[in-house]
Nanobody
Framework: QVQLVESGGGLVQAGGSLRLSCAAS????????VGWHRQAPGKERELVAR???????NYADSVKGRFTISRDNAKNTVYLQMNSLKAEDTAMYYC?????????WGQGTQVTVSS
């Protein structure tokens, strides 16, 4: 069983930055693909960014050029650096880990961007 703990959310002004962290338990982290998803009130959950076990990353069009996903396998942690934040980035952000056909979710961290 893998446990995920997100951190780094908070309140920031538009144009500001935040860095989210997703720390995972277990020994299989280096084989996992990890994604950040977000869900705003009244909206469906959407994929923001994902990084494969080999370090390849992809992003939603809405965050390209502003967000960067990275991983540190030695720390079992994935990061999401969010720059030039906009009010529409306000949402609960969730970490998702997929490894060996299993799917795990964290509890989420709230990001609020004031305009």
């Amino acid at each position: 069983q893998v446990q995920l703990v997100e951190s780094g959310g908070g309140l920031v002004q538009a144009g500001g930055s935040l860095r989210l962290s997703c720390a995972a338990s277990g020994s299989d982290f280096r084989f996992a693909a990890v994604g950040w998803h977000r869900q705003a009130p009244g909206k469906e959950r959407e994929l923001v960014a994902r990084i494969t076990s080999r370090g390849s990353a992809n992003y939603a069009d809405s965050v390209k050029g502003r967000f960067t996903i990275s991983r540190d396998n030695a720390k079992n942690t994935v990061y999401l650096q969010m720059n030039s934040l906009k009010a529409e980035d306000t949402a609960m952000y969730y970490c998702n880990l997929r490894v060996f056909l299993a799917d795990y979710w964290g509890q989420g961290t709230q990001v609020t961007v004031s305009s």
